[in-house]
Nanobody, 123 residues
Framework: QVQLVESGGGLVQAGGSLRLSCAAS????????MGWFRQAPGKEREFVAS????????YYADSVQGRFTISRYDPRNTLYLQMNSLKPEDTAVYYC????????????????WGQGTQVTVSS
């Protein structure tokens, strides 16, 4: 089992920045692919970014490419999402996820989820 706890969400004006963190416990963090997803009210959960278990492969959704940066620091079992140039359409609950094997953009493929952290971007 892997337990995930997100933090760092909040209210920010358009154009601002936030950094989300995801603290992992349980099985060795370094052996899992990690990802960020988000879900806005009335919408399906969507892929934001993922990073492989060694950090060598990183993928972003087109909507966040160039604005968001995913990273991991395995010695502290922590995943990050640096979000810059935030837009009102980035408003959503952001979830951290973990899975064995390769990362995937399909939320159904992921094994473990955090409880989510709210990000609200005002115009």
């Amino acid at each position: 089992q892997v337990q995930l706890v997100e933090s760092g969400g909040g209210l920010v004006q358009a154009g601002g920045s936030l950094r989300l963190s995801c603290a992992a416990s349980g099985r060795p963090f370094a052996s899992y692919a990690m990802g960020w997803f988000r879900q806005a009210p009335g919408k399906e959960r969507e892929f934001v970014a993922s990073i492989s278990w060694q950090g060598g492969r990183i993928y972003y959704a087109d909507s966040v490419q160039g604005r968001f940066t995913i990273s991991r620091y395995d010695p502290r079992n922590t995943l990050y999402l640096q979000m810059n140039s935030l837009k009102p359409e980035d408003t959503a609950v952001y979830y951290c996820a973990a899975k064995s094997g390769y990362a995937s953009s399909d939320y159904a493929d992921w094994d473990y989820w955090g409880q989510g952290t709210q990000v609200t971007v005002s115009s």
